[in-house]
């Protein structure tokens, strides 16, 4: 599996951006996907993770009720919409897959090359 992220850029504070995660193979929609970010100078970080079918998911505390993660099986692309950013979700977002759906990055067996996000105060 080989995972492309796109959609970061620069935004105000409380403003929205989504990213995506495109996926080459024809196994991906068997795997579950998580989003990462490493903020500068601080170790990669769990951000939200949705399973193989999009029925499950699970975010981390900062994120709740601002963040979204959703997926399209036919289009190959997991999706995370971000609402009411904050400067302290900058960092660069990166997505994972793996066939075991959990929220630690040492499970992950594949990874996207990284988007980054800026938001401005």
């Known amino acids: 599996v080989q995972l492309q992220a796109s959609g970061g850029g620069l935004v105000q504070a409380g403003g929205s951006l989504r990213l995506s995660c495109a996926a080459s193979?024809?196994?991906?929609?068997?795997?579950?996907t998580a989003w990462f970010r490493q903020p500068p100078g601080k170790e990669r970080e769990f951000v939200a993770v949705i399973d193989w079918s999009g029925s499950i998911t699970y975010y981390t505390d900062s994120v709740k009720g601002r963040f979204t993660i959703s997926r399209d099986n036919a289009k190959n692309t997991v999706y995370l919409q971000m609402n009411s950013l904050k400067p302290e979700d900058t960092a660069v977002y990166y997505c994972?897959?793996?066939?075991?759906?959990?929220?630690?990055?040492?499970?992950?067996?594949?990874w996207g090359q990284g988007t980054q996000v800026t938001v401005s105060s």
């Open positions: 193979g024809r196994t991906f929609s068997t795997y579950a």
């Open positions: 994972a897959a793996d066939k075991n759906y959990g929220s630690s990055r040492y499970q992950y067996d594949y």
